[in-house]
């Protein structure tokens, strides 16, 4: 079988309109980590959302880990890395370098075998639903309406999330007004849901969370730090809502804790950061364990493939700057019809390649 000859890396920073914010970051800017996988004159593409740190640390370390290895056994490839990576650390950079080769890995496997990577991966569902995401708190009310509005009304996406917990927490009064904005704009037969992205105190979610859910919000996201196991749990005995975390899961022992610690209704898992597609089809499988679904957090292209191979999901996170810059960068993005992805299964591997020449202007 082919060997992995080389693992070619690429970094590009595409800037957003303008600055834009949740309740604790602001950002202006989307950096890619794009990674192309060579074995028996084939390629397969992988990219995280992260740092150009993981590309020093893919050329430096993973490429020697993994270069020379059978192209078929991503297995072997992706333990070869993790062990490569035993005095550098798991979490953080480490985690999303592997995860853009380990994607790679994947779709240069599927393209090898002409195969759809869902079919590789074991297909169970035909189309994964998804929610609108992005409602930062730093658009105008205008602008929050006009994007959540034409999410459910142009674009027949049945929910939308919003960022909530503005100025870590320290204006609660803006947080309602927009969410109430947000609630005219969809009408009461779409989902809202809320992320807070760790802005709030425990007393204070509780508190928020009586309040959302008088406006029909169903999902509350990071109402605390995901690392505060204990106060996501304290918040999920005290509402009705789904409470639900764990984007920033980097290994299958942090999602462990989290499931453990009763701390959340559903798993939010990304590709991107959990170490590629081999983790994160064990951490689906590890909700499931414990009686949870599990929601694909952002990268949308890159999650249709294994979400449509996992039993237990309940939708991915169609989100605003990704979707952008998908579209600018990569060829074979799917569009939603009625709410949902489905994987074009006449496209081997991922069904996505690396528009170069569109690229290139963000190339770092």
């Not at 600055?19 to 980590?33: F, H, M, N, Q, R």
């Not at 990576?85 to 090898?112: C, E, F, H, T, Y």
């Amino acid at each position: 079988m082919p060997q992995v000859d080389t693992l070619q890396v690429s970094v590009y920073k595409v800037p957003t309109f303008e600055p834009e914010s949740d309740g604790t970051l602001t950002w202006d800017a989307t950096t890619v980590v794009a990674v192309e996988a060579h074995a028996g004159g084939m390629v397969g593409l992988g990219w995280s959302y992260a740092t150009g740190a993981c590309a020093t640390l893919i050329h430096d370390v993973l490429a020697g880990a993994v270069v020379g290895l059978d192209a078929m056994d991503v297995g072997r490839c992706w333990s070869a890395m993790v062990r490569s990576i035993r005095n550098i650390g798991r979490p953080g950079v480490s985690s999303m370098a592997i995860a853009a080769v380990d994607i790679a890995l994947w779709d240069l496997k599927a393209r090898l075998l002409d195969v759809a990577l869902v079919s590789l991966l074991g297909q169970v569902h035909d189309r994964a639903a998804i929610y609108g995401s992005g409602g930062f708190t730093s658009l105008s009310d205008d602008q929050l309406a006009e994007q959540l509005g034409c999410w459910v009304h142009e674009r027949h996406i049945p929910r939308v999330k919003m960022k909530v917990g503005q100025d870590w927490g320290d204006s609660p009064d803006r947080d309602m007004d927009r969410a109430m904005v947000a609630r005219e704009v969809i009408g009461d037969d779409a989902e809202l849901f809320v992320d807070a992205n760790g802005g709030y105190s425990t007393a204070q979610a509780i508190r928020m969370a009586g309040a959302y859910a008088d406006l029909g919000v169903t999902w509350f996201e990071e109402p605390v730090s995901s690392d505060h196991l204990a106060g996501l749990a304290e918040v999920r005995s005290q509402t009705a809502l789904d409470v639900t975390a764990g984007e920033y899961g980097y290994d299958v022992f942090y999602f462990q804790a989290m499931c453990a610690a009763g701390a959340v209704d559903c798993l939010q898992a990304d590709v991107t950061r959990c170490a590629g597609i081999t983790e994160w089809m064990r951490v689906a499988a590890l909700a499931e364990a414990h009686g949870l679904q599990v929601s694909a957090h952002c990268a949308p292209s890159l999650h249709l493939h294994p979400a449509c191979a996992t039993p237990n999901i309940r939708h991915l996170e169609y989100f605003a700057d990704h979707i952008r810059l998908e579209r600018m960068v990569f060829d074979g993005v799917i569009d939603p019809v009625d709410g949902a992805l489905r994987p074009d299964l006449s496209r081997p591997g991922l069904g996505i390649e690396l528009k170069r020449a569109d690229a290139a202007q963000f190339l770092v």
